[in-house]
């Protein structure tokens, strides 16, 4: 799909079996394709066929990256037609293994809550909040969602603002603060016939969508191509002609950044980075009936790995890892002024 193509105009059935289909070309990819097509079936209405995707990625033979979140995506689509024991047990399953993952605690944590789980949505945000928060001092990008979705649990609940809590308002972006998104009482304004009551609502409405789009939407990224150490090695180990593109490690890795770099200065949107590996690259060249070793080839990788949503955005945002693989967040790397190379 598209990014500029709107949700309400999509066939999902459609975009679900056209990525199923590029799954069975790229199988490296095959989790995140089928993970997205599965979300497609849900928009579809069709449920069971969602359920069926995520059993055939649980059950494949290929190690998943992210078992912990396919589960949750499971048991969240299972509750929404009727097994709700089902999706209870997979919920208290991957609770007891606590998951690093912030994304798989939030799915089963908003499942909780869109069923009136109030308490226990509470405590599945707080457990997630005590083991991924608790030894670091600037929240990553991803834990954000725990935080805002605990702070609207607990305002639903009534409960008095903690530390979290306090955190969350700090690190939420939105003209309306979440103590307003997150107003019980915003229900009743619904219905009132004060006209200046409505149109308070209207935007609040439309401040939440903003951060939801925000968040939510990836468009298709202007990407560059990184190769880790390891990757690189063997690159250059079987297409030498390639050493006039990628010098050295260090160069390699400042030259990204000063492409982005320059590229944002010059009001590019949506810039991402995109890791290569040589076997994916090999199956690419094929695929283009070409050599690795034609230059030329790296662009069109770069944009394919790009189109098969396996950018990461750039810069990172603040307390994520660098992009480079070296260990330390963004701003204490590349993100700083003189960034070191790794």
Same mark, same amino acid.
């Given at each position: @799909?598209? $990014?500029?193509?709107?949700?309400?105009?999509?066939?999902? +059935? !459609?975009?679900?079996?056209?990525?199923?289909?590029?799954?069975? *070309?790229?199988?490296?990819?095959?989790?995140?394709?089928?993970?997205?097509?599965?979300?497609?079936?849900?928009?579809?209405?069709?449920?069971?066929?969602?359920?069926?995707?995520?059993?055939?990625? *649980?059950?494949?033979?290929?190690?998943?990256?992210?078992?912990?979140?396919?589960? !949750?995506?499971?048991?969240?689509?299972?509750?929404?037609? #009727?097994?709700?024991?089902?999706?209870?047990?997979?919920?208290?399953?991957?609770?007891?293994?606590?998951?690093?993952?912030?994304?798989?605690?939030?799915?089963?944590?908003?499942?909780? %809550?869109?069923?009136?789980?109030?308490?226990?949505?509470?405590?599945?945000?707080?457990?997630?909040?005590? /083991?991924?928060?608790?030894?670091?001092?600037?929240?990553?990008?991803?834990?954000?969602?725990?935080?805002?979705?605990?702070?609207?649990?607990?305002? @639903? *609940?009534?409960?008095?603002?903690? +530390?979290?809590?306090?955190?969350?308002?700090?690190?939420?972006?939105?003209?309306?603060?979440?103590?307003?998104?997150?107003?019980?009482?915003?229900?009743?304004?619904?219905?009132?016939? +004060?006209?200046?009551?409505?149109?308070?609502?209207?935007?609040?409405?439309?401040?939440?969508?903003?951060?939801?789009?925000?968040?939510?939407?990836?468009?298709?990224?202007?990407?560059?191509?990184?190769?880790?150490?390891?990757?690189?090695? %063997?690159? @250059?180990?079987?297409?030498?002609?390639?050493?006039?593109?990628?010098?050295?490690?260090?160069?390699?890795?400042?030259?990204?950044? !000063?492409? *982005?770099? %320059?590229?944002?200065?010059?009001?590019?949107?949506?810039? #991402?980075?995109?890791?290569?590996?040589?076997?994916? &690259? %090999?199956?690419?060249?094929?695929?283009?009936?070409?050599? $690795?070793?034609?230059?030329?080839?790296? $662009?069109? &990788?770069?944009?394919? /790995?790009?189109?098969?949503?396996?950018?990461? !955005?750039?810069?990172?945002?603040?307390?994520?890892?660098?992009?480079? #693989?070296?260990?330390?967040? &963004?701003?204490?790397?590349?993100?700083?002024?003189?960034?070191?190379?790794?």
């Amino acid at each position: @799909m598209r $990014p500029d193509t709107s949700a309400e105009h999509v066939d999902h +059935n !459609a975009e679900a079996a056209r990525l199923e289909r590029t799954a069975g *070309l790229y199988p490296e990819d095959a989790e995140h394709l089928l993970v997205q097509a599965a979300a497609h079936l849900e928009l579809a209405g069709d449920r069971p066929g969602a359920t069926a995707l995520y059993d055939r990625l *649980l059950s494949s033979s290929t190690p998943l990256e992210h078992p912990h979140l396919v589960r !949750a995506l499971k048991a969240s689509n299972l509750w929404e037609y #009727g097994h709700e024991a089902e999706a209870r047990a997979i919920i208290d399953g991957i609770r007891a293994t606590s998951p690093r993952d912030p994304a798989p605690w939030v799915i089963v944590a908003e499942a909780l %809550e869109s069923h009136d789980e109030l308490e226990a949505a509470q405590e599945t945000f707080t457990a997630a909040a005590q /083991l991924l928060l608790s030894d670091t001092s600037e929240p990553p990008y991803a834990t954000y969602p725990l935080l805002f979705g605990r702070h609207r649990v607990r305002r @639903m *609940l009534g409960e008095a603002h903690d +530390n979290w809590d306090t955190l969350a308002d700090t690190l939420h972006s939105s003209p309306v603060s979440l103590d307003e998104l997150h107003d019980p009482k915003r229900v009743w304004s619904l219905g009132s016939d +004060n006209p200046a009551e409505l149109q308070a609502e209207i935007s609040r409405l439309r401040a939440e969508l903003g951060t939801y789009r925000e968040a939510l939407s990836r468009p298709f990224p202007v990407a560059i191509l990184h190769w880790p150490t390891a990757e690189l090695a %063997e690159l @250059m180990a079987a297409y030498p002609s390639l050493t006039a593109e990628y010098p050295s490690r260090e160069e390699h890795l400042s030259t990204i950044e !000063a492409s *982005l770099r %320059e590229l944002a200065a010059s009001g590019t949107p949506n810039l #991402g980075i995109v890791t290569g590996t040589v076997p994916s &690259y %090999e199956a690419f060249a094929a695929s283009e009936a070409s050599s $690795p070793s034609d230059a030329t080839l790296l $662009p069109q &990788y770069a944009t394919t /790995l790009a189109a098969r949503g396996l950018a990461v !955005a750039w810069p990172p945002q603040r307390g994520v890892e660098c992009w480079c #693989g070296s260990g330390d967040s &963004y701003g204490e790397c590349h993100g700083a002024t003189q960034g070191k190379d790794v």
